[in-house]
C-alpha cells in the first residue's frame, strides 16, 4: 500500500460496498470495475484484493489524487488503467480502452480526505486558506471567482439550492457589501462573513453556520450536480446484464439525482393497462435496496465522515426477461390490485435502507420479491 497521505481515510460503506458488487465481480473470467471516483483508491484496492479477475478503470478529476492512487495501487499494475477525467466523460474513456461493457461501477461522491485535509485548497471553513475549492486545479473557475463575481441573485441562488441555506439572500449581501471594500481572498474571511450574517439564535443549530455555503460553492465550482446527472446515465447504459452499480450520496441533491436515474430505469416503459410486459418493455434496473440505506451506528463510530452517507445500487437485468409474465412495480399499482395482492406477504414492513437483493447479504421480511422495490424509496 502506498503512503497515505495527511490524516486518516477509510473507505465509507467498504464491506457492503463489497457485498453488493461481488455477484457482479466475481462471475468467472475477466470483469471489468469502474471506480468513478477514485481519490485515495481505498475502495479500488480492496476490490482488486478481492477479485483477481478483475480490471479497474479507476478515473478522478483530481490528478494529486490519481498520483496517490497509482502508488497505492502499484501492485495491481497490470490490471489497471488510472484516466485523469471527470466521471461524465466515462463513455470516451471506455471507447478508447475498447471496452464495450462493465461489469462494476462505484460512485463515492464528493470530496476526498486528502481535499478537505489540505491547508491550501480552501475546501474547509474550519482552516483558512485561499479561496479555490477546484477538485482539478488545472482547470476551471474557483471559489473566489464565484464569490467575487457573481450577482446576488446569482450567489443566493447558488447558497440556496445547493447548500439549502435558509439565510442565503443575507449572506449574498453580506458578500456583496465586503466585495465593494475588498476582494474576498480567504476562506477564514467567507467563514466569518458567513457567521456574522447569520441571525445568532441559528448560529446554535446545525453544525458550523459556514458548512452549507462552503458546501454550495464546492458544488458550483466543480459543476457537480450536472456532471453526475450526464454521468449516471451513461455508466447505466454501460453495464452488462448482471452488472452492479453503487452509489454513495453525501447529501440530499445527489441522492434524489440517483433515485431518479434509478426509477427511470427501474419501471416498465410498457402501456400501464397492459396485465404482462411486452417485448423490450420491462425494467432494464433492479434496485438492490428499498430506499437510501444509511450507514450503521458502528460504521459512524469507526468513521465520523460516513454520517451522512446514503447507499443506493441496482443491477442490470434484460427487459425480456419478463416478457409475458405479469407486470410488477408502478404499472401493477396503477391497475386494479386483485392481481398482485397475493404477492405481498403479511409481516413487518420493510424500514428504509433494508435489502432486497437476492444474491447477496440477508433477504427482507416476508421473502420480497421486485414488486416491493420498484418506483419506490426515501
Ligand atoms: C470521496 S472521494 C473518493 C474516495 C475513494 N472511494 C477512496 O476509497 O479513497 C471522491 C473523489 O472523487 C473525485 N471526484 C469528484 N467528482 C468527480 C467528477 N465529477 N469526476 C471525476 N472525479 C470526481 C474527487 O476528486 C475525489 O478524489
Known amino acids: 500500500m502506498g503512503e497515505q497521505p495527511r490524516g486518516t481515510h ?5 464491506e457492503r460496498c463489497l457485498e453488493l458488487l461481488a455477484p ?4 468467472p473470467g475477466r470483469t471489468v470495475h469502474v471506480d468513478a471516483t477514485l481519490g485515495l483508491a481505498g475502495h479500488a ?12 478503470i479507476g478515473l478522478d478529476r483530481d490528478p494529486e489524487a490519481l498520483a496517490h492512487a497509482r502508488s497505492r495501487l502499484a501492485r495491481f499494475a497490470d490490471r489497471i488503467h488510472l484516466v485523469h477525467a471527470v466521471y461524465d466523460e466515462l463513455p470516451d474513456v471506455l471507447a478508447e480502452l475498447g471496452e464495450s461493457t462493465v461489469d462494476g461501477v462505484l460512485f463515492d461522491l464528493g470530496v476526498s480526505s486528502l481535499q478537505l485535509d489540505a491547508p491550501d485548497r480552501g475546501f474547509a471553513y474550519a482552516q483558512d486558506a485561499p479561496l479555490d475549492m477546484r477538485m482539478d486545479q488545472t482547470r476551471g473557475v474557483t471559489a473566489e471567482d464565484v464569490v467575487n463575481g457573481y450577482s ?10 445547493y447548500g439549502e441555506e435558509k439565510f442565503a439572500g443575507r449572506i449574498a449581501s453580506a458578500i456583496l457589501r465586503e466585495r465593494e471594500r475588498a476582494r474576498i481572498t480567504s476562506s477564514a474571511r467567507l467563514a466569518e462573513l458567513v457567521r456574522e450574517s447569520i441571525p445568532a439564535p441559528a448560529r446554535r443549530t446545525g453544525g458550523h453556520p459556514a458548512k452549507r455555503t462552503f458546501q454550495a460553492l464546492r458544488i458550483e465550482v466543480n459543476r457537480e450536480l450536472a456532471a453526475l446527472e450526464t454521468a449516471l446515465p451513461a455508466a447505466l447504459d454501460a453495464l452488462a446484464v448482471g452488472g452492479r452499480v453503487v452509489v454513495l450520496s453525501y447529501h440530499s441533491l445527489e441522492d434524489r439525482i440517483t433515485k431518479q436515474a434509478f426509477a427511470e430505469r427501474a419501471r416498465s416503459k410498457g402501456p400501464v393497462d ?4 411486452l417485448p423490450g418493455t420491462g425494467p432494464t434496473l433492479r434496485l438492490l435496496n428499498r430506499g ?3 450507514p450503521s451506528e458502528a460504521e459512524v463510530a469507526a468513521n465520523p465522515r460516513a454520517a451522512s452517507v446514503r447507499l443506493r445500487a441496482a443491477t ?6 419478463d416478457t409475458g409474465t405479469e407486470r410488477t412495480g408502478r404499472a401493477a399499482r396503477e391497475r386494479p390490485r386483485r392481481a398482485v395482492k397475493a404477492m405481498h406477504t403479511s409481516g413487518p414492513a420493510l424500514r428504509p435502507g433494508s435489502t432486497v437483493d437476492p444474491d447477496s447479504g440477508p433477504r427482507g421480511p416476508g421473502g420480497l420479491t421486485r414488486t416491493e422495490a420498484e418506483g419506490e424509496g426515501s
Not at 24 to 27: D, Q, T
Not at 274 to 277: F, G, K, Y
Open 10 to 14: 477509510v473507505p465509507v460503506l467498504l
Open 45 to 56: 484496492e480492496a476490490v482488486l484484493a478481492a477479485y483477481p479477475g478483475t480490471v479497474l
Open 292 to 294: 437510501a440505506e444509511p
Open 152 to 161: 446576488h441573485g446569482e450567489l443566493a441562488r447558488v447558497l440556496r439550492v
Open 316 to 321: 442490470r437485468i434484460d427487459p425480456d426477461d
Open 24 to 27: 457482479a465481480l466475481a462471475r
Open 274 to 277: 397492459l396485465p404482462v410486459e
